[in-house]
C-alpha cells in the first residue's frame, strides 16, 4: 500500500501510487478510512457502491465523494473494499466498515488537479479534498 497526503491552505491532496489500477481505489479507501477513522467499536457493515464516471480521475473522485457521503449520511468507518470491479467508467464494490462516529473533516472532493494514470510499470493517482 503507498499513499501519501499532502497538506494545502484547506485541503489535504492525496497521492497513491500501486501496481494495479483496481490498487488505487483500494488505497484510497484505506487513505480515506485513516482519515475519518478512529472508532474501532460500532457494528460492522457491509454496504455496496456503484459509481460512473467519464474518465479515471472522475471515477476516483466519484469513489471518494461516495465514501465521503457514506461517512457522512451513514456513520460509515470504512475499513477495506471487497469485490471490487472497475470497467469501461464504472466501479462496483462492497465497502467494508464500522458504523461509529467518523471524524467529519471532508468537505467535498474537488476535481482541481485530479489525476490518474499508467506510467508504464505503477498507476499514479492524485485527488484534493477540501476540509
Not at 497513491?16 to 474501532?40: M, P
Not at 464516471?53 to 477495506?80: G, H, I, K, Q
Not at 467508467?89 to 466498515?97: F, H
Amino acid at each position: 500500500m503507498t499513499y501519501a497526503w499532502h497538506d494545502h491552505t484547506a485541503e489535504l491532496e492525496l497521492h497513491v501510487e500501486s501496481e494495479t489500477e483496481e490498487g488505487v481505489y483500494r488505497d484510497s479507501l484505506a487513505a480515506f478510512g485513516e482519515l475519518v477513522g478512529g472508532d474501532e467499536s460500532g457494528e460492522a457493515v457491509r454496504m455496496p457502491v456503484e459509481v460512473a464516471a467519464a474518465d479515471r480521475a472522475a471515477l476516483l473522485v466519484a469513489w471518494l465523494e461516495e465514501l465521503v457521503y457514506l461517512a457522512d449520511a451513514r456513520a460509515l468507518e470504512p475499513e477495506r473494499v471487497t469485490d471490487l470491479a472497475v470497467s469501461d467508467g464504472e466501479l462496483r464494490a462492497t465497502v467494508e466498515g464500522r458504523v461509529a462516529a467518523p471524524r467529519p473533516l471532508v468537505k467535498a472532493v474537488t476535481y482541481h488537479g485530479a489525476e490518474f494514470h499508467h506510467d508504464g510499470s505503477r498507476w499514479h493517482a492524485r485527488v484534493v479534498l477540501d476540509v
